[in-house]
């Protein structure tokens, strides 16, 4: 999955994390260097941080599935298609709940969780 993306383009060039031979301090000094360049040319400058991860937790799947006006049907129809076959469960001891459909959010801890954290974390091209 994640060469298709690579191939199509899909996910932001400045997405470091999770990525082959990337990494996240890359990142940081990009952000760096374009903060000095404005600064170095008398500009003031603003930056806000924002966490987007818990964020990314609670998206509903039909908005990640809808944003992905960049996909060609079928990588829309697989994403589709494994977000909605997510389930959970709660084990607490030994008392375990049943079987539940997951509604939002990607779960993180799978390979293909974070290619699409990369490919939709990508918010920041669309912020002017």
């Known amino acids: 999955m ?47 941080y924002l966490d987007l991860c818990k964020a990314f937790d609670t998206v509903p799947y039909y908005i990640i599935v809808l944003s992905g006006e960049i996909f060609d049907g079928w990588t829309t129809w697989w994403i ?26 990607i779960p993180q801890q799978l390979v293909s969780g974070l290619i699409l954290f990369n490919i939709f974390g990508g918010l920041e091209s669309r912020i002017e």
């Open 2 to 48: 994640l060469k298709h993306m690579e191939n199509k383009e899909v996910i932001n060039g400045s997405k470091q994390g999770f990525t082959k031979c990337k990494f996240c301090l890359k990142n940081l000094v990009a952000f760096y260097h374009g903060v000095t360049v404005v600064v170095d040319k008398g500009k003031e400058t603003n930056v806000i």
């Open 80 to 105: 589709r298609n494994w977000l909605n076959h997510c389930t959970q469960r709660c084990v607490v001891n030994d008392s375990m709940s049943k079987w539940r459909t997951v509604m939002s959010g």
